[in-house]
């Protein structure tokens, strides 16, 4: 694997942690430091856990050049069969390396994989237990638009010819993974978010670098006042007037205490104490629905809602789902919203029909059997 640095005193300790922590650990980390000014190549050095790592080492460049010519340092310098990136400020999933080997060692056409990420500025990561991931390929239609690959996903054989762009201020990983396709290689894909950004996913110019000190918890006594304020927040936003707020208050203080011990909301605060984001889900057995969600204005600016879903879907683990339903988002007609719940983390779907709270007839049959539930209990 290659780690390419450059003033990353502060971040490299998490990261190298985040790499000797995997369950499966790589063959060798190479470290390629770009003229950094600060103690960076002195923490590399000084790390406990690399102090008994044979197969660790450093190179550095002559001049300041970039992560494309950091990357490539490293990559031709590798002898695994796979090579993986993660970079200075990021951290993995500690299956990351498990999982994503063994992914394209059972798909030997794929040339490269990449998968979700995270993205917030906290220092660790809710962690969910694989099995095995669900993979897809994706070809060059899929990046025409947009880049789908965050280089800290990315892990290639070695048997790819190509290297990064070394043209500084270039988006060099997507230009890459545009020219492996073109050329007719073959990538796979996984929804599981097994890499941690604490920074912005693609640059710092755009609204997603605006990233703010996001935690998020399991919400033991909801406030229907709140909710309802975020979804007034969607709504203007949307330009779709089709509720009353304050009557959902009302609706949601009702549904809340019929469900009981059967929801759980998690919310996502900044470091002021402010609701940014809601999630919520019921439970039934082994299965977790879908129920709302709501996310403010300056929410969606810094992803609050990414980490309360995550937040959601270990919490619903925790207590015995096994499965997690996104609520009948449709991937086609509501392709925006599901691919972020899936892209959340939740691995197993069906679309059976959309009963998210804001379709009230819809949801009728949900709440029904809940109520009914309570009942017997």
Known sequence: MVIPTQNASQTIGRTVDSVLNQTLLPDEIIFVDDCSTDSTVEVIHQHSGLSTCSNSRLLTTSTNSGPGVARNLGWN????????????????????????????LSHPWASFSGHRYLIDSGDSMAVLRYSKLPYREFGLVHFLLRNRFSTPSVMVSRNVKLRFGEHPGVSDDYLLWLRLLARGERALFSDAPLVHLHKAA?????????????????????????????????????????????????????VIACFGERIVVVRACDSAGEVLAIRAATILGAHAFDFLAATSSEGRRCYASNVAMHTLLLAVSERGATSYDFGGVDPTTNKGVYDFKHGAGGLDHRYVGEFEFVSPRAFKPILSKLMALRLSA
């Open 202 to 254: 693609y640059g710092d110019g755009g609204l997603s670098g605006q990233q703010r000190n996001i935690s998020a918890e399991v919400w033991a006594s909801p406030d229907p006042e709140t909710i309802a304020r975020l979804h007034r927040d969607v709504e203007t936003t949307k330009k779709s007037f089709t509720t009353d707020w304050r009557a959902q208050a009302d609706a949601l203080r009702n």
């Open 77 to 104: 310098e590798a002898g695994s069969e796979f090579v993986a990136f993660l970079d200075a400020d990021d951290s993995w999933h500690p299956q990351k390396l498990e999982l994503q080997v063994a992914a394209l």
